[in-house]
């Protein structure tokens, strides 16, 4: 990296941080610390729900990922609005008007105190272990390309967020991930502008997007009804409802976003934002991954992004620049309308998938990284990685505020100390985010061979989601399930998952279906053998 | 607290609906763009 580079790198840090801070001033107690005081508009809890969501994986993995499996991963997005626009009907007027600090407060008031307990457990285990993932991201990518120390990365990210976090609590996260949020759709549109700038002159807009849509990149929309394909429009549609219903209604990472608005409009207006300006945004990072296809079609590079891992498979490199060189070829003929040209050209491309396949390496992650570094102009690579620490940095912060909220509300407030002055729990407020902040840290470098690590972090999410979207749509839509079935129920669906996952090939997308159907059939089942129907 | 209305379309139901035909919309605008540049 040039000084210019850093100069932006730290100028941008800087600025986001020192904003967030300013805007968070003078916090003192808990519900200003974890609820901003219930003063937020809309706009800025919008901008923070998505920036929690948009984390470094998704600048990092998500281009990647349409560079290697094309835009499809799109569909994953179309049941949010679905599931926005339920959670405005249901969770948000009843979490608001049960003046709750956390959607599992919520839980005992409906239910009882265990119910209580095992879903915030459930949550710590859940979100504790994806912390882990989003804190690495950058950390392992920007070793690879930049030679950074893994470990000095990932703790210098950690302690910012930590500093920052405990100091401002919700209110600091809010306004940063609003900065965080502009910065990150400015990079991604100048990366893309670079990759069109930088494609030959023979090559339009257009032809790029034909170029990729030959190799089957431009595929947003996939019909087949197939239960192990991960990305199409079903499984996008009804896995992906269930999965948002239970990130953005259960999880209490999103639910405290929304809490903290100044009211139910307002909360709603900022989860609709989203519904609206989500798929979009998803559709332009998969685009820049498609139009970093055929940048590299027509640009000379190894069989690996992996830098690293290059030098063990480096008897490849003969056989892959040939069949780059004809891929290039069959591409330009493709463009020129030339007949078989077509064929030439997808088995060309086969052919050096075949060899990136063979290597057994999974270097999706490294893709746009490698091209910010190699072909990003000075100043420019600064900004990215200003955009990737921090689209890390907020995601982690929200994680590592929401995780500390549950433990001293749901767990220290509510087992362990019920009477103290409010100043002490705003006090262990701060101590707990400083505890899983070094917690995220440590976990970090536990998470580093995980593949894709967007899809590691939606894998284990599906986990534990379904048995918290089953629990909430008992709580909000029967009335008549009691606390015991509904205990029974979630470890009922827990149960089902964990066979899902391990005995079966059924996708991850279909995880929250299959947990919140079982956790549901269970309790009603449990339901009408304690209370027949005569006896009601 | 109150339930307002939304600043805009009236009603909340038509808020739901106008984001409903916008996914619609969305999944369409896909499908179109998709075989626009697959052959």
């Known amino acids: 990296m040039t000084t210019l580079d850093w100069a932006v790198l730290l100028l941008t840090l800087g600025f986001i941080f020192a904003y967030g801070l300013w805007k968070a001033r003078g916090a003192s107690s808990t519900h200003q610390y974890?609820?901003?005081?219930?003063?937020?508009?809309?706009?800025?809890?919008?901008?923070?729900?998505?920036?929690?969501?948009?984390?470094?994986?998704?600048?990092?993995?998500?281009?990647?990922?349409?560079?290697?499996?094309?835009?499809?991963?799109?569909?994953?997005?179309?049941?949010l609005p679905i599931a926005m626009v339920i959670i405005c009907m249901t969770a948000v007027p009843i979490f608001h008007k049960a003046g709750v600090f956390t959607a599992y407060e919520y839980l005992e008031k409906r239910?009882?105190?265990?119910?209580?307990l095992l879903v915030s457990i459930i949550f710590l285990i859940q979100r504790g272990l994806a912390v882990g993932v989003a804190l690495s991201a950058p950390a392992i990518v920007l070793t690879?390309?930049?030679?950074?120390?893994?470990?000095?990365?990932?703790?210098?990210?950690?302690?910012v967020v930590v500093i920052y976090t405990a100091w401002g609590g919700i209110k600091a996260?809010?306004?940063?991930?609003?900065?965080?949020?502009?910065?990150?759709?400015?990079?991604?549109?100048?990366?893309?502008?670079?990759?069109?700038?930088l494609m030959p002159a023979d090559i339009s807009f257009f032809d790029a997007i034909r170029i990729a849509g030959a190799?089957?990149?431009?595929?947003?929309?996939?019909?087949?009804?197939?239960?192990?394909?991960?990305?199409?429009?079903?499984?996008?549609?009804?896995?992906?409802?269930?999965?948002?219903?239970?990130?953005?209604?259960?999880?209490?990472?999103?639910?405290?976003?929304?809490?903290?608005?100044?009211?139910?409009?307002?909360?709603?207006?900022?989860?609709?934002?989203?519904?609206?300006?989500?798929?979009?945004?998803?559709?332009?990072?998969?685009?820049?991954?498609?139009?970093?296809?055929?940048?590299?079609?027509?640009?000379?590079?190894?069989?690996?992004?992996?830098?690293?891992?290059?030098?063990?498979?480096?008897?490849?490199?003969?056989?892959y620049a040939a069949a780059h060189a004809e891929r290039a070829s069959a591409a330009r003929a493709y463009i020129q309308g030339e007949e078989e040209a077509l064929q030439k050209f997808r088995a060309a491309n086969d052919e050096m998938q075949q060899l990136r396949t063979s290597t057994g390496v999974n270097d999706t992650n490294y893709i746009f990284l490698s091209f910010v570094e190699k072909y990003m102009p000075a100043g420019m690579v600064g900004l990215l990685i200003a955009v990737i620490l921090t689209a890390a940095m907020t995601t982690i912060s929200g994680e590592i505020n929401s995780l500390a909220t549950v433990s001293v509300i749901d767990i220290y407030k509510r087992h362990i100390r019920a009477?103290?002055?409010d100043h002490h729990y705003f006090r262990i407020s701060q101590l707990a985010t400083l505890f899983w902040g070094i917690y995220a840290i440590i976990t970090a470098r536990y998470a580093q061979n995980l593949g894709s690590?967007?899809?590691a972090v939606n894998m284990l999410g599906s986990l534990f989601y379904g048995g918290m979207l089953g629990i909430f749509t008992l709580a909000f839509y029967f009335p008549r399930v009691g606390a015991n079935a509904a205990f029974i129920g979630v470890i009922a669906g827990e149960i089902a998952i964990f066979s899902a996952r391990f005995f079966t090939d059924i996708s991850?997308?279909?995880?929250?279906?299959?947990?919140?159907?079982?956790?549901?059939?269970?309790?009603?089942?449990?339901?009408?053998?304690k209370y027949p129907s005569s006896q009601r | 607290m109150t339930e307002e209305k939304p600043p805009f379309l009236g009603s909340w139901t038509r808020v739901y609906t106008a984001v409903l035909l916008y996914l619609a919309g969305l999944i369409a605008f896909c499908g179109v763009f998709g075989r626009i540049f697959t052959p």
């Open chain 1, 508 to 529: 991850f997308l279909w995880y929250n279906v299959i947990g919140c159907a079982v956790v549901i059939t269970t309790a009603l089942m449990v339901e009408a053998v």
């Open chain 1, 453 to 455: 690590l967007i899809e």
């Open chain 1, 111 to 116: 239910f009882d105190a265990k119910t209580r």
């Open chain 1, 215 to 319: 190799a089957n990149k431009v595929n947003p929309l996939t019909t087949t009804v197939d239960w192990n394909d991960r990305y199409n429009l079903w499984s996008g549609i009804i896995g992906g409802t269930f999965l948002a219903l239970a990130y953005f209604g259960c999880d209490q990472s999103q639910v405290q976003r929304y809490l903290t608005g100044s009211s139910i409009t307002q909360s709603r207006l900022s989860l609709l934002f989203n519904a609206v300006a989500k798929i979009p945004m998803q559709f332009l990072i998969l685009f820049v991954g498609a139009i970093l296809f055929t940048f590299y079609v027509f640009e000379p590079h190894p069989v690996l992004f992996h830098s690293t891992q290059r030098a063990q498979h480096s008897s490849l490199e003969p056989k």
């Open chain 1, 144 to 159: 690879v390309i930049f030679g950074w120390s893994s470990t000095m990365t990932t703790v210098v990210t950690g302690l």
């Open chain 1, 419 to 421: 009477s103290a002055e």
């Open chain 1, 173 to 197: 996260i809010a306004w940063t991930d609003v900065q965080q949020m502009l910065v990150l759709l400015l990079g991604i549109i100048l990366a893309l502008g670079v990759a069109v700038h």
């Open chain 1, 34 to 79: 974890l609820l901003a005081g219930k003063s937020m508009s809309w706009y800025p809890m919008a901008l923070s729900i998505m920036a929690t969501q948009a984390s470094a994986i998704t600048v990092i993995s998500t281009t990647g990922q349409a560079y290697a499996d094309g835009m499809r991963f799109v569909q994953f997005y179309f049941g």
